[in-house]
């Protein structure tokens, strides 16, 4: 999933939302397996709809779950 800085928020900021908030939340969810997101510093031309500033790859057991 991609997602955007709204404005008005900082990177650390949403850095620190994300530790401890949603973090704290998906190691708690037995459908998680991992939950990790990453800054994005650097798009190319095939990276359309953004502007994204951050990537959250989240791995589930099930996806219907």
Known sequence: M???LKPGVGA????CFEHEVDYVIASKLKTIV???T????????G????PWHYVE???VTDRAA
Do not use: N
């Open 2 to 4: 991609f997602a955007a």
């Open 12 to 15: 650390a900021d949403y850095e």
């Open 34 to 36: 991992s939950y990790c």
């Open 38 to 45: 990453h800054r994005i510093t650097e798009t190319g031309a």
């Open 47 to 50: 990276l359309s709809g953004g």
């Open 57 to 59: 790859r989240i791995e």
